[in-house]
């Protein structure tokens, strides 16, 4: 693909960016600075801590090993049966779907910090000079101003091509919500009493993925 023909990367439509940034953003933030403060006062248990770091290795083993090496890089060989839990792991990071984290992460070692990278300061800018505009681009603004079927077929058609993993990437989105409601149940199962559910969905689901995707956007 020819640079010069490539589409700048901000093409930000209002609307989506206000509906994304309170869902992804304000909502998810909000819960957690209240859930913060309640579970600081209530008192935080082993079993919190315990939930969190076990949800959260899985959750880096879905960034790391599923959406990175095998997704986006093909490191490996595997089955079709593990390719299918790669693919269900990789979703409970709510990183949208491993099909499209795939698509992305090759366009941008297609143009490495250069024009056409999807989430780099320097995706539309020749002239490489920081601002509020680029940071906030490559921080997470980026998220909002894709076409992500044009860039997944363009990007990955072999993984587009095989419709088992059409049907996952349909409902990745309840994928991740089951893994914050298996975290719940992990914990309660745990505790041994349904106050665990609720502290389970907390650490092992919001605080869990908040915390990876700060470290992942970073
Ligand atoms: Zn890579």
Not at 34 to 62: E, N, P, R
Not at 67 to 80: E, G, L, N, V, W
Not at 183 to 202: D, I, K, N, S, V
């Amino acid at each position: 693909m020819n640079l010069q023909t490539q589409k700048p990367n901000t093409y930000y439509s209002i609307a989506k960016v206000l509906i994304g940034v309170s869902f992804a953003l304000v909502i998810p933030y909000l819960i957690m600075f209240i859930g913060g403060v309640y579970y600081w006062k209530m008192g935080i248990l082993l079993y919190d801590l315990i939930t969190f770091l076990i949800f959260y290795q899985i959750a880096l083993f879905g960034v790391s090993v599923s959406m990175h090496r095998y997704f986006s890089h093909k490191a490996f060989q595997t089955s079709r049966g593990f390719e299918i839990f790669l693919f269900i792991i990789g979703s409970s990071v709510l990183q949208y779907s491993p099909l499209y984290w795939a698509s992305f992460h090759r366009k941008h070692h297609r143009f490495p910090d250069r024009p056409g990278d999807p989430h780099s300061p320097w995706s539309t800018d020749t002239d490489r000079k920081m601002t509020l505009r680029t940071w906030a681009h490559s921080h997470f603004l980026w998220g909002f101003s894709f076409d992500f079927e044009t860039t997944a077929r363009q990007y990955a058609p072999d993984w587009l091509a095989k419709p088992h993993l059409q049907v996952l990437h349909k409902y990745h989105y309840f994928i991740g919500l089951f893994f914050i409601v298996l975290a719940g149940l992990f914990e309660m199962f745990l505790m041994g009493t349904p106050e665990g559910f609720f502290r389970g969905l907390y650490f092992g689901g919001i605080l869990r993925i908040l915390t990876l995707h700060n470290f992942v956007f970073f």
